[in-house]
């Protein structure tokens, strides 16, 4: 359903990132939110919510909407839409409630 823009003749292209994703390591492009490059490589759900395990995705990509929770190098709860990527970057679907730390 996602798909990438092509590169615009003349400008220079972005260099590649690489971040794992659920153990499989995925390319994308420096400056992609972790949504982004979730969505480009085919990964169309970042977690699962507590009642049904029913799947969710990036919906708002703006910060509102929370449905783009994942796991950043070991990390829970950050939003996928706001979270520039980085090389080595972990990240892991989330499952369930999210726990809150006190």
């Given at each position: ?90 990240v892991q679907r989330q499952r369930g409630a999210r726990e809150i730390s006190s």
């Amino acid at each position: 359903m996602f798909k990438r823009l092509e590169a615009v003749p003349g400008q220079s292209s972005c260099p590649a990132v690489l971040i794992d994703v659920n153990g499989v390591v995925v390319q994308c492009r420096a400056g992609d939110t972790v949504a982004a490059a979730l969505l480009a490589s085919g990964h169309d759900a970042c977690r699962d919510t507590a009642v049904g395990g029913v799947p969710r995705g990036p919906y708002c990509m703006m910060g509102i909407c929370y449905d783009c929770l994942v796991i950043i190098d070991g990390q829970a709860n950050r939003q996928a839409c706001m979270t520039p990527v980085h090389d080595g970057m972990r990240v892991q679907r989330q499952r369930g409630a999210r726990e809150i730390s006190s």
